[in-house]
């Protein structure tokens, strides 16, 4: 056991939080990719635009596309 509740390496998790913390700043440039299936909802994936290749495996956020709203209907 790593001591890791979640099954991760304690050190690539504390190296996958620094790594997002550079984007953390008041104002982020994202990106959003949505994938279309017809057996299943679609899905829309979000990461910071100017996030590197590398880090994009950790750098992300992906749910159902019904999930989310228009910003200006949710204001």
Do not use: H
Request: aromatic share 6%; hydrophobic share 30%; with cysteine.
């Amino acid at each position: 056991m790593n001591g890791s509740t979640g099954g991760y390496d304690d050190q690539s998790t504390r190296q996958r939080l620094a790594a997002a913390t550079q984007y953390s700043s008041d104002k982020t440039d994202l990106e959003s990719v949505v994938v279309r299936y017809e057996d299943r909802p679609n899905r829309c994936t979000i990461v910071p635009r100017e996030c590197p290749e590398a880090e994009r495996v950790t750098t992300w956020l992906t749910a159902d596309a019904r999930a989310f709203v228009d910003l200006e209907d949710a204001r």
